[in-house]
T-cell receptor, first 110, second 114 residues
Framework: LAKTTQPVSMDSYEGQEVNITCSHN???????ITWYQQFPSQGPRFIIQ???TKVTNEVASLFIPADRKSSTLSLPRVSLSDTAVYYC???????????FGQGTELSVKP | DAMVIQNPRYQVTQFGKPVTLSCSQT?????MYWYQQKSSQAPKLLFH???????NEADTPDNFQSRRPNTSFCFLDIRSPGLGDAAMYLC?????????????FGDGTRLSIL
């Protein structure tokens, strides 16, 4: 079964742009790529979703190449409050499982 | 304005004693999910309801059951909790196809087993 993989952790400083990449080699044809943010003792919160190319909202951008085998979440000018775990979620076309990446723990320092 | 509400936030039960976790939603979404999340791990889907249709993940133990009496409520029953079932249990909802629509999560119930 194909895996959805992300870096385990990343460090950044306030004001920097952070890019987190998720690899999903076996994404289902009709499935979207969704990114969530999770703080301790809370449920994940929706950040952004896309199917292909680029999507931008008020908090992030999502870049998806033509083959859709990966995606990159871009957080512009991070602040201390962006310290959290970030998950990508995609469908798997073998068995149709819905699988979270293992999460990237982002630490933003002053 | 909580939209997916999980009760209780913390639950303690004894080894082998049945426990029920509850979830309610005000979004009128037709899909409801239950996830298990252990410390420092990603959420793992246990099952989901698409309207009244129950969909169990292949690797979900038989010890875990679910009920959805109406659109707004969904329950997770653990028939004989073991120590390995201690985890955060997350409920989520979405408007439609699970691969396409964003999910809205509650803040979870943290289950401890004595």
């Amino acid at each position: 079964l194909a895996k959805t993989t992300q870096p385990v952790s990343m460090d950044s400083y306030e004001g920097q742009e952070v890019n987190i990449t998720c690899s999903h080699n076996n994404i289902a044809t009709n499935d979207y790529i969704t990114w969530y943010q999770q703080f301790p003792s809370q449920g994940p919160r929706f950040i952004i979703q896309g199917y292909k190319t680029k999507v931008t909202n008020e908090v992030a951008s999502l870049f998806i190449p033509a083959d859709r085998k990966s995606s990159t979440l871009s957080l512009p000018r991070v602040s201390l409050s962006d310290t959290a775990v970030y998950y990508c979620l995609v469908g798997e076309n073998q068995g149709g499982k819905l699988i979270f990446g293992q999460g990237t723990e982002l630490s933003v320092k002053p | 304005d909580a939209m997916v509400i999980q009760n209780p936030r913390y639950q303690v039960t004894q080894f082998g004693k049945p426990v029920t976790l509850s979830c309610s939603q005000t979004l009128n979404h037709n899909v409801m999910y239950w996830y298990q999340q252990k410390s420092s791990q990603a959420p793992k889907l246990l099952f989901h309801y698409y309207d009244k249709d129950f969909n169990n993940e292949a690797d979900t133990p038989d010890n875990f059951q679910s009920r959805r009496p109406n659109t707004s409520f969904c329950f997770l029953d653990i028939r004989s909790p073991g120590l390995g079932d201690a985890a955060m249990y997350l409920c989520a909802t979405s408007r439609g196809d699970r691969g396409i629509q964003p999910q809205h999560f509650g803040d979870g119930t943290r289950l401890s087993i004595l």
